[in-house]
């Protein structure tokens, strides 16, 4: 079993920048592709940024290329999603979500998932 705890989120000016980390516990994460989702009031969940088991392949969302950066500690059990110049639109709950056999575009466009995390809110306001 796997367990994802997501942290970093909270109140942030348009403009700024936060860090989410998720961190993985009960399994080792470096056999799992990983990504982040995020789901605003009102719509729908969507894909941000995947990374491979590997970390040689990232898919991006077009909202959010040039301004998010996805990696990954394998050793410390923990992937990262950098957020800089962000927007109000980007306000919403943020998830981490591990899968053992998805490719990452696919990963990213479908949302498929074995194991999610409880979510962490960003609100990016002034």
């Known amino acids: 079993q796997l367990q994802l705890v997501e942290s970093g989120g909270g109140l942030v000016q348009p403009g700024g920048s936060l860090r989410l980390s998720c961190a993985a516990s009960?399994?080792?994460?470096?056999?799992?592709?990983v990504g982040w989702f995020r789901q605003a009031p009102g719509k729908e969940r969507e894909g941000v940024s995947c990374?491979?088991?590997?970390?040689?392949?990232?898919n991006d969302a077009d909202s959010v290329k040039g301004r998010f950066t996805i990696s990954r500690d394998n050793a410390k059990n923990t992937v990262y999603l950098q957020m800089d110049s962000l927007k109000p639109e980007d306000t919403g709950v943020y998830y981490c979500?591990?899968?053992?056999?998805?490719?990452?575009?696919?990963?990213?466009?479908?949302?498929?998932?074995?194991?999610w995390g409880q979510g962490t809110q960003v609100t990016v306001s002034s």
């Open positions: 009960g399994l080792s994460l470096h056999y799992y592709a």
């Open positions: 979500a591990a899968d053992g056999g998805t490719e990452v575009q696919t990963m990213c466009a479908m949302g498929w998932a074995d194991w």
């Open positions: 990374i491979s088991s590997s970390g040689e392949s990232t």
